[in-house]
């Protein structure tokens, strides 16, 4: 089964350049298949977040650059 690598940044804040400052990154490799509550799951077990009462926001960037 193929894997995507993808980076998980957390406990920081976005930045006016829309860019995430701060906080920790930690890279988890995703199954493709993953559906977007896996997706959703595999960051909680990550993150270390227990139970259902915290929200998670999820956000990408994406760098043009590395598609070159």
Partial sequence: MD?????VK???QWGD???YVGG????ILVPETTT???LI???RSVIGI?????????DT???LECLL
């Fill in 3 to 7: 894997e995507v690598c993808v980076f």
């Fill in 10 to 12: 957390y406990n920081g």
């Fill in 17 to 19: 350049t829309l860019r």
């Fill in 24 to 27: 920790e990154m930690k890279g």
């Fill in 36 to 38: 977007h509550v896996g």
């Fill in 41 to 43: 799951e595999l960051d």
């Fill in 50 to 58: 227990r139970g259902l009462d915290k929200i998670i926001v999820m």
């Fill in 61 to 63: 960037v994406l760098n």
